[in-house]
């Protein structure tokens, strides 16, 4: 959100130096900045959608850890890549709620991340 308004700022700017500065400066301003809030509200949906996908992912596999448990796999030969896989999982999961938590993505990511849990 603190995006739109820093680029709505932007605009307004552009309109106030377009009227009392040189207009090719002033048009300049309005251009970029409304270009940059239309690739904004562009990226928003597919941010999101693929947020959701990891989501669903990260659920999937959370499950399936609970259901198999590590210790199913601590005979096969498949132990390491799958605690590699659970590390990445809640790496990607921290980084994700700590982006959601501050005020510069929070649209670009959906609030259903932070009632996920890290896998155990």
């Given at each position: ?17 377009y ?41 999937d ?58 896998i155990?």
């Amino acid at each position: 959100m603190l995006i739109f308004g820093i680029l709505l700022a932007l605009v307004i700017l552009g309109v106030v130096v377009y009227r009392f500065a040189p207009k090719d400066v002033g048009s300049t301003i309005m251009v970029l900045s409304l270009g940059m809030i239309l690739v904004t509200m562009l990226t928003i949906p597919l941010a999101r959608n693929q947020y959701i996908q990891e989501i669903y992912g990260f659920r999937d596999f959370s499950e399936f850890c609970k259901e198999t448990g590590a210790i199913g796999f601590k005979q096969s030969e498949n132990y390491d890549e799958f605690m590699q896989q659970v590390k990445e999982k809640n790496i990607w999961l921290v980084r994700t709620q700590h982006f959601n938590s501050g005020i510069w993505f929070d649209l670009w990511i959906p609030d259903e991340v932070d009632l996920l849990e890290q896998i155990k």
